[in-house]
Nanobody, 123 residues
């Protein structure tokens, strides 16, 4: 059983940056691909970024390419999402999730989820 805890959310002005962290425990972190998803009020949960088990491959939603980066530190059992040039439409609850080995953009394929962290971008 893997437990995931996100942190780093908050309120930021448009154009600003935030770095989200997701700390994992209870499993072999290095065997899991990690994904970041977000959900805004009244909208479905959507894929933001993902990183494979060894960090060798990363994936981003089109709207995040060039603004967000994802990285992981398997020694610290932590995955990061660096978000730059934030826009009001990035406002959402951000979740990290884990699935074995390779990234998927489909939330239903992830086995473990964190509780989420709120990101609010003011205009």
């Amino acid at each position: 059983q893997v437990q995931l805890v996100e942190s780093g959310g908050g309120l930021v002005q448009a154009g600003g940056s935030l770095r989200l962290s997701c700390a994992a425990s209870g499993g072999t972190f290095s065997m899991y691909a990690m994904g970041w998803f977000r959900q805004a009020p009244g909208k479905e949960r959507e894929f933001v970024a993902g990183i494979n088990w060894n960090g060798g491959s990363t994936y981003f939603a089109d709207s995040e390419k060039g603004r967000f980066t994802i990285s992981r530190d398997n020694a610290k059992n932590t995955v990061y999402l660096q978000m730059n040039s934030l826009k009001p439409e990035d406002t959402a609850v951000y979740y990290c999730a884990a699935k074995v080995l390779v990234v998927s953009t489909h939330p239903n394929e992830y086995e473990y989820w964190g509780q989420g962290t709120q990101v609010t971008v003011s205009s």
